[in-house]
Antibody
């Protein structure tokens, strides 16, 4: 069974930075595109960012472009999301997601972690 | 960006009812549409992909149809375990619909 475990969430002030991590196991991490999806409290799902299997291609939602950076370390089976310039509207649960492809071509999302909560407040 | 609109936002139904949720894309996405189920406090779970293909181990009471810009998710006979929130997603650029909460009437 695929295992995705997010960490790094917490309380941060507006304008601050945070780095999320996602430890992956029970599948060949280096063959899967990976994504971050977030969910504000009581709200719907919002795509944040995606990265191809080798990290060469990335994609961002317009709301986070220029502030967030997605990356991966295939030697550690770990996905990252570096978040900067955080705003109250960035608050929510951040899910690590495995894509059904290695590349950033159209594909759906196979597996989800349990999420890590990011709170942006002064 | 491709926008995705789901309706209704809330649906009240009884066990055994047939329910239908609609998803509309702002431009054609072909069959690149998925449906997910989410229960409170849990991560979403993939139900259907390519508009109508059932994910492994998902009950056959779930079905999907449509192509282009209009899609539907149907639950043929609602069961107690089906009360949840459902999201569609176009995976050309991965945007989600706003969600439909299926609640007990």
């Amino acid at each position: 069974e695929v295992h995705l475990v997010e960490s790094g969430g917490g309380l941060v002030q507006p304008g601050g930075s945070l780095r999320l991590s996602c430890a992956a196991s029970e599948f060949t991490f280096s063959r899967s595109a990976m994504h971050w999806v977030r969910q504000a409290p009581g709200k719907g799902l919002q795509f944040v960012s995606g990265i191809s299997l080798n990290g060469e291609a990335t994609y961002y939602a317009s709301s986070v472009k220029g502030r967030f950076t997605i990356s991966r370390d295939n030697s550690k089976n770990t996905l990252y999301l570096q978040m900067g310039g955080l705003r109250p509207e960035d608050m929510g649960v951040y899910y690590c997601v495995r894509g059904h492809s290695g590349h950033l071509l159209p594909h759906y999302f196979d597996d989800w972690g349990q999420g890590t909560l990011v709170t942006v407040s002064s | 960006d491709i926008q995705v609109t789901q309706s209704p936002s809330t649906l009240s139904a009884s066990v055994g009812d047939r329910v239908t949720i609609t998803c509309r894309a702002s431009q054609s996405v072909g069959s690149w549409l998925a449906w997910y189920q989410q229960k409170p406090g849990k991560a979403p779970k993939l139900l259907i992909y390519e508009a109508s293909t059932l994910q492994t181990v998902v009950s056959s009471r779930f079905s999907g149809s449509g192509s282009g810009t209009e899609f539907t998710l149907t639950i043929s006979s609602l069961q107690p375990d089906d009360f949840a929130t459902y999201y569609c997603q176009q995976y050309n650029s991965w945007t989600f619909g706003q969600g439909t909460r299926v609640e007990l009437k």
